[in-house]
């Protein structure tokens, strides 16, 4: 996954930020809180402390794939799906087609041709 952090102010420091057409704050990579505190317009976090909730954002967000995915996956396999699921959002993923394509159970080419076909469709 490479995805920047957002609003960088300088010196290691992040300001809070609002997606477009959204209601809450985030800060760094897409995070809804920091140290399990709300953000709000004025949430300032050091990179250690943005890089720190993106490690327990993606534990949960692995915790929560993990219980909607019925077929083993190697390492490589859940981090792509985890970096999949983490930018488009954990109640998009569960709604998606490539979940859809993983649980039929389709093997590797299949899902990448599968899951090409229905990005490019749809898209």
């Given at each position: ?33 920091l ?7 004025f ?56 979940l ?24």
């Amino acid at each position: 996954m490479y995805t920047p952090a957002r609003t960088h102010m300088g010196f290691g420091k992040y300001a809070a930020y609002k997606d477009y057409g959204e209601f809450i704050w985030r800060i760094g990579y897409g995070s809804k809180e920091l140290h399990e505190r709300v953000i709000c317009p004025f949430t300032r976090a050091s990179s250690k402390e943005i890089l720190e909730q993106l490690k327990l954002d993606l534990e949960t967000l692995s915790y929560k794939i993990a219980r909607l995915i019925q077929w083993p996956l190697n390492d490589k396999q859940k981090a792509a799906v985890l970096s999949y699921a983490h930018g488009i959002g954990f109640p998009a993923f569960k709604e998606s087609n490539l979940l859809k394509i993983i649980n039929a159970g389709c093997k590797k080419k299949e899902v990448i041709k599968n899951y090409l076909h229905t990005s490019i469709r749809s898209g």
